[in-house]
């Protein structure tokens, strides 16, 4: 199928889950999907992930959108707000592009945690979404307050992050502060998204324990 027909039998199935309420909201981001599409600004099976967890927030009351721009040419994948507290959902899929063939994890990592320090301060609430055939990484640190964070700890990040951003690099400031606070499983197939508060997931599923050492 067309990425076209994906959306649009995808829009159909989650008004089913969560009632035709949502329908104009999921049109709308659809429609701006197809269009970034056709310019390659965004992939297919990214997009889709950011309809369903578009359509989850929507049926929580929030005001939805992706692909937003949030200044100095940072883009978020998906927004909301609701009450006047905003939300920010950045997806990792996991990709590891053939230039990192031979450090994938330092690069996941690296991309994690510079997506968790350059977004989260965007927005009140911070997540990572993510499929269930993925792990999340995320440190101890991130699921601390920033005043009990450790300097070395942070100097190790950064450290780390310096190996693969530098244009701009990531601050230890950006680091102290930086924060997420809950991580989605996105399960497509199903219209699912689990959410869990980030400090479960990081204990649950994270193999965080010394992957600076790595």
Known sequence: MSL????????????????????PCLVGIGDKLLKLASEGLVKSNHSVMELVVAAFLASKGYEVDVEKELGKGLVCDVYGERDKESIIVEIETGFVPPSNALDPVRYRVAREISKVARYSRHADRFVMATPPYHVVYIPEFLVR?????????????????????????????????AKVDYVYIVYVDELRVLEYPAKEYAYRFSFYNGFFEL
Do not use: Q
Not at 4 to 23: H, N, P, Q, S, W
Not at 150 to 177: C, T
């Open 4 to 23: 076209k027909r994906d959306i649009e039998v995808l829009v159909e199935r989650l008004a089913e889950r969560y009632g035709d309420g949502i329908t």
């Open 145 to 177: 307050k920033s005043d009990k964070r450790n300097e070395s700890e942070l100097i190790s990040a950064k450290k780390l992050l310096d190996e693969y951003y530098r244009r701009p690099p990531i601050s230890l400031e950006e680091l102290r502060r």
